[in-house]
């Protein structure tokens, strides 16, 4: 209401607990804001829940391949925002910078994101747009396409930043013997082009061990 209250019942039946966590977890969006969610044990009371929307920050991201194509019809996926209790990204950028792989940890929120919240998108001449993220957030983005390699997009809702200075920052801190493919991710800027690598395909053949027959549906 015009208060921001609500009130809802639902049949405890309905309730799923996920697999790792044992939580039930409830999520609150609006249109101009970024959404919330609160997880809660299946013990836990559930009448005086208080969610926090921030601002939006739209990601609006384009899709080229490596000769700056834009790539069409690729499968773009929100899979998880992570969110700062304080409202600020600035632990997490500092430490990107230190060490990338403990980064995440200066976020306290990770909202996993279903999919009728934000249904898979399509490119349309390489471009995409997502909105309800919020501000001061890291979005985890994936991208696949038919003749793409998979990519995985670290989007830093913030506007204006330099993404370009966190990533060299952290690359350097990595001696080259020791650098591998997509470690550390990318930062992106909630405005940004990503470079697709072409797809790479493997072929062979399954056998059978003994007999050197072929084995048919193997995964």
């Known amino acids: 209401d015009e208060k921001g209250v609500f009130q809802a019942r639902f049949p405890r039946t309905d309730f799923q607990v996920h697999p790792v966590s044992g939580t039930h977890c409830f999520i609150a969006v609006a249109a101009g804001f970024g959404l919330d969610a609160i997880e809660l044990r299946p013990d836990e009371p559930a009448d005086n829940l208080t969610f926090r929307l921030v601002p939006d920050q739209p990601i609006r991201g384009r899709i080229v391949d490596t000769e700056g194509r ?5 499968n773009v996926r929100l899979e998880m925002i992570f969110a700062p209790s304080s409202g600020r990204l600035d632990g997490f950028l500092t430490a990107w910078k ?7 940890q200066q976020t306290d929120k990770r909202l996993f994101v279903l999919g009728k919240m934000f249904p898979v998108t399509w490119t349309d001449d390489g471009r995409f747009e997502i909105k309800g993220v919020g501000r001061e957030r890291v979005a985890r983005v994936t991208v696949t396409g038919a003749n793409i390699a998979h990519m995985q997009l670290w989007v830093v809702t913030r506007d204006g930043i330099d993404a370009r200075s966190y990533n060299d920052a952290a690359l350097a801190r990595i001696p080259p013997d020791l650098r591998l493919p997509g470690q550390p991710p990318l930062l992106y800027a909630p405005s940004f082009d990503a470079v697709a690598e072409p797809t790479r395909v493997i072929e062979g053949m399954v056998r059978d061990a003994s007999s050197g027959e072929p084995v048919v549906g193997a995964t």
């Open 70 to 74: 834009p790539v069409k019809d690729a």
């Open 98 to 104: 230190q060490e990338w792989g403990i980064a995440t």
